[in-house]
């Protein structure tokens, strides 16, 4: 199927965003092309993805709860024990719940934001 448009940027509201622009461009070795208060962005050269300074941001509660959750982002690994060590050195934490058996893991990255680790294949 052919699309009229293509993919160029997600953006992510958060109370911080040059920490998990950093925290990103860590997990996914982007670099970080803009770093403000207000406003900071990772890039691969041709998709980004922008982190926005969000006044009394509130974290989504995993799996449910008070605030849901609106989006997460999976991730491709090639290790998936080796993934969530790194992942939880650069500040990531791991929920209780955790549906995905033995093909995928279930994170949330600084600012709360659920995202998945997903074995490769």
Request: contains cysteine.
């Amino acid at each position: 199927m052919t699309g009229f448009a293509s993919l160029i940027m997600v953006n992510i509201d958060c109370a911080e965003p040059p920490a998990l622009a950093a925290f990103y461009s860590e997990v996914l070795g982007w670099d970080v092309t803009h770093s403000e208060d207000e406003y900071a962005m990772i890039s691969d050269g041709g998709t980004s993805i922008g982190f926005g300074q969000l006044p009394g941001y509130t974290a989504p509660t995993w799996p449910e709860g008070p605030t849901p959750k609106q989006f997460h982002l999976d991730f491709y690994v090639d290790d998936l024990a080796d993934a969530e060590e790194r992942a939880l050195k650069l500040g990531a934490t791991k929920p209780g719940h955790q549906p995905g058996g033995d093909r995928y893991v279930v994170l949330l990255d600084p600012a709360g934001h659920p995202f998945c680790a997903c074995l490769r294949g």
